[in-house]
């Protein structure tokens, strides 16, 4: 096993305990972070198994990049919303469904 | 020629977000008109170029793949560029008359605007997995945005809800992206799909992962959760933008991937399994659409149900005889391009049909009719799309489905054809009803301006149109392509 | 593009662009969107006069472009469907001049003669249509523009009545479809030709033809009326005279009787169909659905109803001849094609004038109406007496050469059906004309109105007395060669000896 499967591995788990939290949490920042974690271990992954792989490789690190600025940028767009909606509602789930519908 | 139109195709959109971005609403609205425009020319000439000369490969900047973007400008994309740019210049233009300039954040809708077509453009065009994840991300992001725009709480909860659902999606997406290129160290669709082999099940399982993803973006039963919400609260422009061609982005990149690799990677199992998502989406939307008060649900659920039909092009793409297969290409095609005319055009109008009766439920449209709104001539000419009775690009896209079925001996999905255009019947009628009815107490009733009518009728003329002529529409998806060459440059990338 | 091809053009174009710009006209036009609706009239009138005139001396009237991969959009005019064309044509014409008296001061025209100009344009597109795919559009449209002139009035019980007639044809578009479908998988785009196309077919393929005949005679017979898919027109009965005229004169059942005349004689050909053993249910299909709506009708109370379930029994008289395998029982079956309609619009429009000018709507309410409207009652009696078969009127044609017919396919029990039907006619319709003239009024007139000189309003007078002179005419001149009898002849002339 060379480190760099390692880092996929912990990749892998990353998104699993990411997915977790993504789909049981309630709390919309705390989703939001399950999110981040999920996307970190999903760079983990494109990383260290494609160099695992395919040895030395600036392709993954250019990509890995690319995706971080993507995710800041959904991050940053996803806590205004969650901002505003806190502002505006009070709640910082969106599970009571009923409510605010009117 | 080429350079100069691939250039303005996809400089334009983003030199306009940023130069919107400084300006308030009425100021963007003169610039977009300006730049709708040239996308439309641009769109246009490039189709007409690929259509007499056939596709070709062109690399952004000159810089090559993988590090450079390459773009793949075939048939089925520039039909897609074109499209694009008829539908978004229509909901553009709808907009600029429909949002309200005094409200301080409408100023946001025109950057949103072309961010969102910038990044269609990329996903038509992409040849990369991982430019497709970028170009994805630019359109959800920017979409969410565009629900969100009206401020009010019910618009956030259903941005927030639809922007977890996609962040999801493109996340499942990027792991799949992530296993190909561990296991191929190329990004190029063309390029794994000429050295993927028939047995490996770590790339069946990112492909696996990779539809997934798509699938809950383009809202695949049961996925389509996030779908009616988002679309049902947004502005109606919003709504059109997103129902006609956001979901088809999602949709597009799936049907590429399996095209290129489901022979290899797929199996008789999944492909009838995603077919029978398709169907259920089919069925469960439309009796759902049947149910829903108020009038953009209607619409929305809609959606889902002819998204489902979408997804028939697996099991009718899988292990059959080339000509059935092309069969079913052609019909899904038709079925997206129609499926994006007359879905906008039902949502602009349904829009102008709430402005008029003031009043979103269905069961106030009594006597509308009465009225002769241009708009409910529009909804019902699009509802005729919908229901995929002839001449209407609707019903020519079933026919293929349905020949397709038929040949490849799957009459199950035939079953399927039939039952979903007889459900759209029932919640179209339903509306058309609601508006024949003449008992109406008050006689409040606001007519809409003429350019705001005009454009949902020339998209549901558009749609009807297209039954007429999908032959020469399609046969610019036949073209001939030059594909030996890039997949030679591919696999010598290759380490 | 030559004359030939833009004819058939142009006999569409009449009405669809007619309806383009009664759509866009303001409701307030009445009198421009009259002008424009008689005009287009008129213009189809001529273009479908010069067709026939042309397909009697064997020009090719035709025009294709390929619509889908495999399919074509074929439109082409031979004898059969100048039948039609000239019978939708002439009582379009009618009928328009009808439908603008009797909507006058009414809400909506702009709708729903907008509507009105589109079912006729679908009607000719029935006509002209050159293979299935083609007729399949335009049978589909049909069902889509008669919608809104069912529910024109916007009541509970015509929208109910709406729902109903969507269900079936929709329903029925849906049999069809996957009928041809089905088909052209088979066998690829099929245009209309006279001997069909399965002589001498795999008999492998025999299953799947008659189960696919079984889905086309579906689809097209829930148009038709057939038992047991008929329900939905008696309902359709609320929608406004004119139209209820046109659903079963001229557009809507006979589109679907048409269609089913196209299946068995130009896509399988007459000779298989009787090879399959597919004609001898079917017509045993029609005997019985003579029967029972001529039985239905004896009971009905409501003028409009009552013609109703008469329409169910006629026409399948159109399908009854189809099926007798002979040149004769053709014959007849396509002659009925145009007496039922030149008959069945007489005696709408007269159940229209009863209604309009005296509120009567139910036959027991007719006591004594000869007297008031003398003109009127004529025709309705002269009409009555067609449908019965009283020579030497419309109907009575019919009756001959089909029971001729029957005699020659030796299907004898056919004219006992042909016997028992008149009867039931007569019994259904006598006493209708029994009362007209003989019972003295029992109570005043529900709502009667006056309208200057003549007994009723003259957009209303006109068109049954013209309808029924066309109707004695067809009937006395039948052995001349300008009759609708030598047309039908021509017809079976060239499907039978090819």
Same mark, same amino acid.
């Given at each position: 096993?060379?480190?760099?499967?390692?880092?996929?591995?912990?990749?892998?788990?990353?998104?699993?305990?990411?997915?977790?939290?993504?789909?049981?949490?309630?709390?919309?920042?705390?989703?939001?972070?399950?999110?981040?974690?999920?996307?970190?271990?999903?760079?983990?992954?494109?990383?260290?198994?494609?160099?695992?792989?395919?040895?030395?490789?600036?392709?993954?690190?250019?990509?890995?990049?690319?995706?971080?600025?993507?995710?800041?940028?959904?991050?940053?767009?996803?806590?205004?919303?969650?901002?505003?909606?806190?502002?505006?509602?009070?709640?910082?789930?969106?599970?009571?469904?009923?409510?605010?519908?009117? | 020629?080429?350079?100069?139109?691939?250039?303005?195709?996809?400089?334009?959109?983003?030199?306009?977000?940023?130069?919107?971005?400084?300006?308030?609403?009425?100021?963007?609205?003169?610039?977009?008109?300006?730049?709708?425009?040239?996308?439309?020319?641009?769109?246009?000439?490039?189709?007409?170029?690929?259509?007499?000369?056939?596709?070709?490969?062109?690399?952004?900047?000159?810089?090559?793949?993988?590090?450079?973007?390459?773009?793949?400008?075939?048939?089925?994309?520039?039909?897609?560029?074109?499209?694009?740019?008829?539908?978004?210049?229509?909901?553009?233009?709808?907009?600029?008359?429909?949002?309200?300039?005094?409200?301080?954040?409408?100023?946001?809708?025109?950057?949103?605007?072309?961010?969102?077509?910038?990044?269609?453009?990329?996903?038509?065009?992409?040849?990369?997995?991982?430019?497709?994840?970028?170009?994805?991300?630019?359109?959800?992001?920017?979409?969410?945005?565009?629900?969100?725009?009206?401020?009010?709480?019910?618009?956030?909860?259903?941005?927030?809800?639809?922007?977890?659902?996609?962040?999801?999606?493109?996340?499942?997406?990027?792991?799949?992206?992530?296993?190909?290129?561990?296991?191929?160290?190329?990004?190029?669709?063309?390029?794994?799909?000429?050295?993927?082999?028939?047995?490996?099940?770590?790339?069946?399982?990112?492909?696996?992962?990779?539809?997934?993803?798509?699938?809950?973006?383009?809202?695949?039963?049961?996925?389509?959760?996030?779908?009616?919400?988002?679309?049902?609260?947004?502005?109606?422009?919003?709504?059109?933008?997103?129902?006609?061609?956001?979901?088809?982005?999602?949709?597009?990149?799936?049907?590429?991937?399996?095209?290129?690799?489901?022979?290899?990677?797929?199996?008789?199992?999944?492909?009838?399994?995603?077919?029978?998502?398709?169907?259920?989406?089919?069925?469960?939307?439309?009796?759902?659409?049947?149910?829903?008060?108020?009038?953009?649900?209607?619409?929305?659920?809609?959606?889902?149900?002819?998204?489902?039909?979408?997804?028939?092009?697996?099991?009718?793409?899988?292990?059959?005889?080339?000509?059935?297969?092309?069969?079913?290409?052609?019909?899904?095609?038709?079925?997206?391009?129609?499926?994006?005319?007359?879905?906008?055009?039902?949502?602009?109008?349904?829009?102008?049909?709430?402005?008029?009766?003031?009043?979103?439920?269905?069961?106030?449209?009594?006597?509308?009719?009465?009225?002769?709104?241009?708009?409910?001539?529009?909804?019902?000419?699009?509802?005729?799309?919908?229901?995929?009775?002839?001449?209407?690009?609707?019903?020519?896209?079933?026919?293929?489905?349905?020949?397709?079925?038929?040949?490849?001996?799957?009459?199950?999905?035939?079953?399927?054809?039939?039952?979903?255009?007889?459900?759209?019947?029932?919640?179209?009628?339903?509306?058309?009803?609601?508006?024949?009815?003449?008992?109406?107490?008050?006689?409040?009733?606001?007519?809409?301006?003429?350019?705001?009518?005009?454009?949902?009728?020339?998209?549901?003329?558009?749609?009807?149109?297209?039954?007429?002529?999908?032959?020469?529409?399609?046969?610019?998806?036949?073209?001939?392509?030059?594909?030996?060459?890039?997949?030679?440059?591919?696999?010598?990338?290759?380490? | 593009?030559?004359?030939?091809?833009?004819?058939?053009?142009?006999?569409?174009?009449?009405?669809?662009?007619?309806?383009?710009?009664?759509?866009?006209?303001?409701?307030?036009?009445?009198?421009?969107?009259?002008?424009?609706?008689?005009?287009?009239?008129?213009?189809?009138?001529?273009?479908?006069?010069?067709?026939?005139?042309?397909?009697?001396?064997?020009?090719?009237?035709?025009?294709?472009?390929?619509?889908?991969?495999?399919?074509?959009?074929?439109?082409?005019?031979?004898?059969?469907?100048?039948?039609?064309?000239?019978?939708?044509?002439?009582?379009?014409?009618?009928?328009?001049?009808?439908?603008?008296?009797?909507?006058?001061?009414?809400?909506?025209?702009?709708?729903?003669?907008?509507?009105?100009?589109?079912?006729?344009?679908?009607?000719?597109?029935?006509?002209?249509?050159?293979?299935?795919?083609?007729?399949?559009?335009?049978?589909?449209?049909?069902?889509?523009?008669?919608?809104?002139?069912?529910?024109?009035?916007?009541?509970?019980?015509?929208?109910?009545?709406?729902?109903?007639?969507?269900?079936?044809?929709?329903?029925?578009?849906?049999?069809?479809?996957?009928?041809?479908?089905?088909?052209?998988?088979?066998?690829?785009?099929?245009?209309?030709?006279?001997?069909?196309?399965?002589?001498?077919?795999?008999?492998?393929?025999?299953?799947?033809?008659?189960?696919?005949?079984?889905?086309?005679?579906?689809?097209?017979?829930?148009?038709?009326?057939?038992?047991?898919?008929?329900?939905?027109?008696?309902?359709?009965?609320?929608?406004?005279?004119?139209?209820?005229?046109?659903?079963?004169?001229?557009?809507?059942?006979?589109?679907?009787?048409?269609? +089913?005349?196209? %299946?068995? #004689?130009? /896509?399988? $050909?007459?000779?298989?169909?009787?090879? !399959? *053993?597919?004609?001898?249910? @079917?017509?045993?299909?029609?005997?019985?659905?003579?029967?029972?709506?001529?039985?239905?009708?004896?009971?009905?109370?409501?003028?409009?109803?009552?013609?109703?379930?008469?329409? +169910?029994?006629? %026409?399948? #008289?159109? /399908?009854? $001849?189809?099926?007798?395998?002979?040149? !004769? *029982?053709?014959?007849?079956? @396509?002659?009925?094609?145009?007496?039922?309609?030149?008959?069945?619009?007489?005696?709408?429009?007269?159940?229209?004038?009863?209604?309009?000018?005296?509120?009567?709507?139910?036959?027991?309410?007719?006591?004594?109406?000869?007297?008031?409207?003398?003109?009127?009652?004529?025709?309705?009696?002269?009409?009555?007496?067609?449908?019965?078969?009283?020579?030497?009127?419309?109907?009575?044609?019919?009756?001959?050469?089909?029971?001729?017919?029957?005699?020659?396919?030796?299907?004898?029990?056919?004219?006992?059906?042909?016997?028992?039907?008149?009867?039931?006619?007569?019994?259904?319709?006598?006493?209708?004309?029994?009362?007209?003239?003989?019972?003295?009024?029992?109570?005043?007139?529900?709502?009667?109105?006056?309208?200057?000189?003549?007994?009723?309003?003259?957009?209303?007078?006109?068109?049954?007395?013209?309808?029924?002179?066309?109707?004695?005419?067809?009937?006395?001149?039948?052995?001349?060669?300008?009759?609708?009898?030598?047309?039908?002849?021509?017809?079976?002339?060239?499907?039978?000896?090819?």
């Amino acid at each position: 096993m060379s480190p760099d499967l390692l880092y996929a591995l912990a990749g892998v788990v990353l998104c699993g305990i990411g997915l977790f939290g993504f789909l049981l949490l309630e709390h919309l920042l705390r989703r939001l972070l399950a999110f981040n974690l999920i996307g970190s271990g999903v760079f983990l992954v494109l990383i260290g198994l494609a160099q695992h792989r395919n040895g030395p490789d600036p392709v993954p690190q250019a990509l890995v990049l690319t995706g971080i600025v993507v995710a800041i940028a959904a991050t940053a767009l996803a806590v205004v919303l969650i901002r505003r909606y806190y502002h505006l509602t009070g709640h910082t789930s969106l599970a009571d469904d009923g409510e605010a519908q009117s | 020629m080429n350079q100069w139109l691939m250039a303005g195709l996809l400089f334009t959109p983003l030199a306009w977000a940023a130069l919107s971005l400084l300006l308030d609403f009425r100021q963007g609205r003169w610039l977009s008109w300006l730049g709708m425009l040239i996308q439309a020319l641009v769109s246009l000439g490039l189709w007409v170029a690929v259509a007499s000369n056939g596709g070709f490969y062109y690399a952004l900047a000159g810089w090559e793949a993988p590090l450079g973007i390459a773009l793949r400008v075939d048939g089925l994309a520039v039909t897609f560029v074109l499209l694009t740019a008829a539908v978004a210049t229509a909901c553009g233009l709808h907009a600029g008359v429909y949002l309200d300039p005094s409200k301080s954040w409408q100023r946001y809708f025109w950057p949103l605007f072309w961010f969102l077509w910038a990044g269609l453009n990329g996903v038509w065009l992409g040849a990369d997995l991982f430019n497709l994840y970028v170009s994805l991300e630019l359109i959800s992001l920017s979409a969410v945005g565009l629900v969100a725009l009206g401020g009010e709480a019910a618009a956030l909860r259903a941005a927030l809800r639809y922007l977890f659902a996609v962040l999801l999606g493109s996340l499942v997406y990027l792991l799949g992206v992530a296993l190909l290129y561990g296991q191929f160290g190329t990004l190029s669709l063309t390029g794994i799909a000429a050295v993927v082999g028939a047995d490996e099940p770590a790339a069946a399982m990112a492909l696996l992962l990779m539809l997934a993803g798509l699938a809950l973006k383009t809202a695949l039963f049961p996925l389509h959760g996030w779908l009616p919400p988002a679309h049902g609260v947004a502005k109606s422009p919003v709504s059109a933008l997103l129902s006609g061609l956001v979901v088809k982005a999602s949709f597009y990149i799936a049907a590429r991937l399996w095209l290129e690799l489901g022979d290899r990677l797929g199996s008789h199992t999944l492909a009838q399994g995603i077919g029978a998502l398709g169907a259920g989406a089919v069925i469960w939307g439309s009796w759902l659409a049947f149910r829903q008060p108020h009038l953009k649900q209607v619409v929305a659920y809609s959606s889902v149900a002819q998204i489902g039909y979408l997804f028939l092009l697996f099991p009718l793409t899988f292990a059959v005889a080339e000509p059935v297969s092309r069969l079913a290409q052609q019909g899904i095609t038709l079925q997206v391009v129609s499926h994006a005319l007359a879905k906008s055009a039902m949502f602009l109008a349904a829009g102008n049909l709430i402005l008029s009766v003031r009043s979103k439920r269905v069961d106030a449209l009594g006597g509308v009719s009465h009225y002769l709104p241009f708009s409910l001539f529009s909804f019902g000419l699009a509802g005729v799309s919908l229901m995929s009775l002839p001449p209407t690009g609707g019903f020519a896209a079933k026919w293929l489905l349905l020949q397709a079925s038929l040949a490849s001996g799957q009459w199950w999905w035939v079953v399927v054809l039939l039952l979903g255009g007889v459900l759209a019947a029932a919640y179209v009628f339903r509306i058309y009803r609601a508006t024949f009815l003449e008992d109406r107490a008050s006689d409040d009733f606001y007519h809409p301006p003429r350019s705001l009518e005009a454009i949902p009728m020339l998209l549901a003329l558009l749609a009807l149109g297209l039954g007429l002529v999908a032959e020469p529409v399609l046969s610019v998806l036949a073209l001939p392509f030059e594909v030996a060459a890039e997949v030679a440059a591919d696999v010598a990338v290759q380490p | 593009m030559s004359l030939s091809a833009l004819l058939p053009i142009l006999a569409l174009l009449s009405s669809l662009l007619a309806a383009v710009v009664i759509f866009a006209l303001p409701e307030s036009s009445h009198r421009l969107r009259t002008l424009v609706n008689l005009l287009a009239a008129l213009l189809k009138l001529g273009v479908v006069a010069v067709m026939t005139w042309g397909v009697f001396r064997g020009v090719d009237f035709s025009v294709s472009f390929t619509m889908l991969p495999g399919v074509s959009f074929m439109l082409r005019a031979d004898a059969l469907a100048m039948l039609f064309a000239g019978l939708s044509a002439v009582l379009w014409l009618f009928t328009t001049i009808y439908a603008v008296g009797y909507l006058e001061d009414s809400p909506n025209r702009s709708r729903f003669f907008g509507f009105f100009s589109l079912c006729v344009a679908s009607t000719m597109g029935v006509a002209l249509a050159g293979n299935l795919f083609t007729f399949f559009l335009f049978y589909e449209m049909l069902t889509l523009s008669t919608y809104p002139l069912v529910v024109h009035r916007g009541t509970d019980k015509s929208l109910q009545a709406g729902r109903n007639y969507i269900i079936y044809t929709l329903g029925g578009g849906v049999a069809l479809l996957l009928g041809i479908a089905w088909l052209h998988g088979l066998a690829g785009d099929l245009p209309f030709q006279e001997t069909g196309h399965f002589q001498g077919a795999d008999p492998a393929l025999h299953g799947q033809l008659t189960l696919i005949f079984v889905l086309l005679i579906a689809g097209l017979g829930v148009k038709a009326g057939l038992f047991p898919l008929h329900g939905w027109l008696p309902q359709a009965m609320v929608a406004p005279a004119p139209v209820s005229a046109l659903l079963h004169a001229v557009a809507v059942v006979k589109a679907g009787a048409f269609g +089913i005349v196209r %299946v068995v #004689y130009d /896509i399988y $050909g007459i000779d298989f169909a009787y090879a !399959l *053993g597919l004609l001898e249910p @079917l017509a045993w299909l029609a005997a019985f659905t003579i029967i029972y709506g001529s039985v239905r009708a004896l009971w009905q109370t409501d003028l409009k109803r009552r013609l109703a379930f008469s329409t +169910i029994s006629q %026409v399948s #008289y159109i /399908i009854l $001849g189809v099926t007798l395998f002979g040149p !004769l *029982g053709a014959v007849g079956g @396509l002659v009925h094609l145009l007496h039922q309609g030149i008959m069945k619009i007489t005696l709408f429009f007269c159940a229209g004038n009863y209604a309009e000018t005296l509120g009567v709507h139910r036959v027991d309410e007719l006591d004594g109406a000869g007297a008031r409207m003398p003109a009127t009652s004529v025709a309705f009696t002269l009409a009555a007496l067609g449908m019965i078969g009283v020579p030497p009127l419309a109907g009575f044609v019919t009756k001959w050469a089909l029971g001729a017919g029957a005699l020659a396919a030796e299907m004898e029990w056919a004219i006992l059906v042909l016997l028992v039907s008149s009867l039931l006619n007569a019994a259904y319709f006598l006493p209708i004309v029994y009362r007209l003239w003989f019972c003295p009024i029992a109570a005043p007139w529900p709502a009667e109105r006056r309208w200057g000189r003549l007994e009723t309003h003259a957009w209303l007078f006109w068109p049954p007395l013209v309808t029924t002179l066309m109707l004695v005419l067809v009937g006395l001149l039948a052995a001349t060669f300008v009759s609708p009898l030598s047309w039908a002849q021509l017809i079976a002339v060239r499907m039978y000896l090819p």
